[in-house]
């Protein structure tokens, strides 16, 4: 039990700290303005969306195929932690 306990502790905190530096990067991106500001505030919120809906998804499949709780859980985290890291990686670049 607490194994899987450690197990979502550390996803959720690995999760934090790279969607608080992607925040951060985004910040900067925005406050330089211009077309990229504007892009990105595109994308940000489009994006929210998208993962929302994809984790829901995940979820509800998960659930109505008989899966558990737990694993729903971790499937509809999924679309949630790939984003976020595909953000941190494109705005690391730029």
Aim: charged share 20%; aromatic share 6%.
């Amino acid at each position: 039990m607490f194994n899987d306990w450690n197990d979502w502790v550390t996803v959720g905190a690995v999760l934090a700290l790279e969607a608080q530096g992607v925040i951060a990067m985004r910040l900067m991106k925005i406050a330089e303005g211009g077309p990229e500001a504007d892009a990105e505030c595109q994308r940000m919120v489009t994006e929210k969306f998208a993962a929302a809906s994809a984790s829901l998804a995940a979820a509800t499949k998960a659930l109505a195929t008989g899966k558990s709780f737990e694993a729903a859980a971790k499937l509809a985290l999924a679309p949630i932690q790939r984003r976020v890291q595909a953000n941190h990686r494109r705005l690391s670049r730029a």
